[in-house]
């Protein structure tokens, strides 16, 4: 392809991106090497990256805006997990030829509509030329109170497993995307498509759960993958009832038209959903959390002793899962 | 080409990394989606990001103990020319197939050495496979005294223009790489080699100008760029006399052989060196610094009222420069 038009990097800087730095002084306008931050008193500085690649995790098609949010999102999955509040990030991005001004433009203003939407500011970053796929690293930057960061380990036997929305609507979205027949209506096809380029991180669930939650991760590897690794580092197993694991009305649609499987959703990845453990004692309060924030939440199993996940059936027997989760390496 | 043997993310991550992570325990081994960090108190956290494209910024066949090395480094160089003590980075990688374990093994060394040397642990990343050529994204995380950090901005004029190190060394090194004949020794063909493949970041100059220094930053786009960023963040203008810049003996033998000329060296970019802005009244002090640190500080030139940078020949005319420096974009 043609090399799009493009400016050199610090025009680039200077119009799209130093205004996106704006409220935060310790990024001086992004005009120098480097940003300076001091957590919030009593607070400490919560640091998590993920890079998305073109054709790995969206689709070089998906719209610039919308690439700009996944970006920005999965990231903000993982602050959302460990209670953080959003403050900050770095973008580093590693262009081809095509990205040129009108891209960079409409990647900007998707930047711009979630640092309002989730309360951050663009603190620093990077641009290189690459002859390869456009590959984007953020660096989101949250705070929590000192100490009280939510890890994966510490789920206890006997709490109950519960997950935030619903699970395997972005790995349907990206079949749709990819031309597969699900026999779905336009309006179930947009909301999954939407699911896979525009997932929603829950920042506010997260943070609402600190204290309650024993642990907590974002589900971006599988639903079961994910609790693997929460059962893994809590040193618990993970038991899941395949009935009570929710599932949007397209999944549901997808499932009825027999061009899905419960199996499949479960271990597909790109959920950005919250799973978390907390203790039966709290059931009553997490439900009306849920319903304050207008975010479902749903017990869908339970903490026990031992190691690894089963899935239970709606038979009561354990299902088989030919693969457990979706690994990106 | 074959893709090489490589193991899943999980278990690169937990043999190979996460060693790299003991001694700070925010980082939870890298076993969560995150780290937790404060700064010392009265600290602020400083964070930079700098990415590196094989075949843009290092060659695919460079060794990958140096390819992990530079990534450090170039980075470090910035937390270096703010002033700051490195204390922790995160990594991004995203691979190409040919990237194997053997390849890791060695890449996890070089971090693993250059860790040691700057004080400084891995606290996160992510790893991606790329069909693109191997790009490396660091974050480095320093400290410095709340509010000190030093800038490019506030230079005075007035004020002396230091440099650290030598001028022009990582380009040569680059063309030597490339089977260009420079007519140099083997020695000095290393040396050039080396100066392009592992940067010496100033950590310990950085810091010991803290409270010196008006501004400072990093040589990476070119001594005149550079210069160029400083004369604009402070707006003032910087005038320099080329037959003062330090050269090393391998560079000095490059421009006696007619293989190279000094407005090159003066625009070209990776020196990672340190220039900084002090008052006049601090020479002896600066030059005593120097001595101990065993690191050479040149002085350059001044900060005088005005904008943009001049150089000076030795004749007293200003030098015609077709370009004023390398940009990445």
Same mark, same amino acid.
């Given at each position: 392809?043609?090399?799009?038009?493009?400016?050199?990097?610090?025009?680039?800087?200077?119009?799209?991106?130093?205004?996106?730095?704006?409220?935060?002084?310790?990024?001086?306008?992004?005009?120098?090497?480097?940003?300076?931050?001091?957590?919030?008193?009593?607070?400490?500085?919560?640091?998590?990256?993920?890079?998305?690649?073109?054709?790995?995790?969206?689709?070089?098609?998906?719209?610039?805006?919308?690439?700009?949010?996944?970006?920005?999102?999965?990231?903000?999955?993982?602050?959302?997990?460990?209670?953080?509040?959003?403050?900050?990030?770095?973008?580093?991005?590693?262009?081809?030829?095509?990205?040129?001004?009108?891209?960079?433009?409409?990647?900007?203003?998707?930047?711009?509509?979630?640092?309002?939407?989730?309360?951050?500011?663009?603190?620093?970053?990077?641009?290189?030329?690459?002859?390869?796929?456009?590959?984007?690293?953020?660096?989101?930057?949250?705070?929590?109170?000192?100490?009280?960061?939510?890890?994966?380990?510490?789920?206890?036997?006997?709490?109950?497993?519960?997950?935030?929305?619903?699970?395997?609507?972005?790995?349907?979205?990206?079949?749709?995307?990819?031309?597969?027949?699900?026999?779905?209506?336009?309006?179930?096809?947009?909301?999954?498509?939407?699911?896979?380029?525009?997932?929603?991180?829950?920042?506010?669930?997260?943070?609402?759960?600190?204290?309650?939650?024993?642990?907590?991760?974002?589900?971006?590897?599988?639903?079961?993958?994910?609790?693997?690794?929460?059962?893994?580092?809590?040193?618990?197993?993970?038991?899941?009832?395949?009935? #009570?694991?929710? $599932?949007?009305? @397209? /999944?549901?649609? !997808?499932?009825?038209?027999?061009?899905?499987? +419960? %199996?499949?959703? =479960?271990?597909?990845?790109? #959920?950005?959903? $919250?799973?978390? @453990? /907390?203790?039966? !004692?709290?059931?009553?309060?997490?439900?009306? +959390? %849920?319903?304050? =924030?207008?975010?479902?939440?749903?017990?869908?199993?339970?903490?026990?002793?031992?190691?690894?996940?089963?899935?239970?059936?709606?038979?009561? %027997?354990?299902?088989?899962?030919?693969?457990?989760?979706?690994?990106?390496?």
């Amino acid at each position: 392809m043609t090399p799009a038009k493009r400016r050199g990097e610090f025009e680039v800087i200077a119009e799209l991106f130093a205004p996106l730095s704006k409220g935060e002084p310790g990024a001086f306008a992004l005009t120098d090497d480097a940003a300076a931050l001091r957590p919030k008193p009593g607070h400490d500085i919560v640091l998590t990256t993920d890079a998305i690649v073109a054709g790995v995790h969206f689709l070089p098609g998906d719209p610039a805006s919308t690439i700009a949010q996944k970006a920005l999102r999965v990231n903000l999955s993982d602050l959302a997990a460990k209670g953080a509040k959003p403050r900050a990030y770095m973008l580093t991005a590693a262009l081809p030829d095509t990205a040129g001004d009108v891209w960079l433009k409409a990647f900007a203003e998707g930047l711009k509509h979630d640092q309002k939407k989730f309360g951050l500011t663009l603190i620093g970053g990077d641009t290189v030329a690459t002859p390869g796929p456009l590959t984007l690293n953020v660096v989101a930057i949250g705070e929590v109170a000192h100490g009280k960061m939510l890890r994966r380990a510490h789920a206890k036997a006997g709490d109950d497993i519960w997950v935030t929305g619903a699970i395997g609507d972005a790995a349907l979205g990206l079949r749709v995307l990819r031309d597969e027949d699900l026999g779905l209506s336009e309006r179930h096809s947009a909301s999954l498509i939407a699911r896979y380029r525009v997932p929603e991180p829950r920042v506010a669930a997260g943070q609402a759960i600190l204290g309650i939650a024993h642990a907590c991760l974002d589900v971006s590897d599988g639903l079961i993958a994910d609790c693997g690794h929460m059962a893994e580092a809590s040193k618990v197993a993970i038991e899941l009832r395949a009935a #009570d694991i929710p $599932l949007s009305p @397209a /999944a549901q649609a !997808a499932i009825a038209n027999g061009r899905a499987n +419960l %199996a499949d959703l =479960l271990t597909a990845g790109d #959920d950005y959903e $919250l799973a978390f @453990a /907390a203790a039966p !004692a709290h059931r009553a309060r997490l439900t009306a +959390l %849920a319903a304050k =924030l207008k975010i479902r939440f749903t017990r869908i199993g339970k903490a026990v002793k031992g190691k690894g996940v089963r899935v239970y059936g709606p038979d009561g %027997a354990a299902m088989e899962l030919d693969r457990t989760g979706f690994t990106h390496f």
